[in-house]
């Protein structure tokens, strides 16, 4: 598996949560401040694609780019349908 910068995956994965509905940007909020231990371990609030911005191909491509390289292929599934 290729190694993947971590805020990029954080951010890739949060926008994958609100572009297939599994969250809100409050749960993810929610989420964020809820988490326990030292604050410079948690797992940022940050996002690939603003909660509020339109995406596009390029976008979604980078995302599925990501995931594959973690392995993660049923979220590249759900990602393809969103291409334009």
């Known amino acids: ?9 954080f951010g890739v994965k949060n926008s994958y949560r609100i572009l297939v ?3 809100s940007l409050s749960d993810i909020l929610d989420e964020s401040s809820q988490q326990s231990g ?3 371990e948690h ?3 940050v996002f690939y694609i603003g909660p509020d911005e339109e ?7 980078v995302m599925i780019n ?3 390289k973690k392995e993660q292929y ?3 599934a759900e990602l393809i349908k969103l291409i334009k």
Request: aromatic share 12%.
């Open 1 to 9: 598996m290729e190694r993947v910068d971590p805020y990029l995956y």
């Open 21 to 23: 509905q599994q969250k």
């Open 38 to 40: 030292n604050v410079h």
């Open 43 to 45: 797992n940022p609030p």
């Open 55 to 61: 995406y596009d191909n390029e976008d979604i491509q």
């Open 66 to 68: 990501v995931f594959e």
């Open 74 to 76: 049923e979220k590249c």
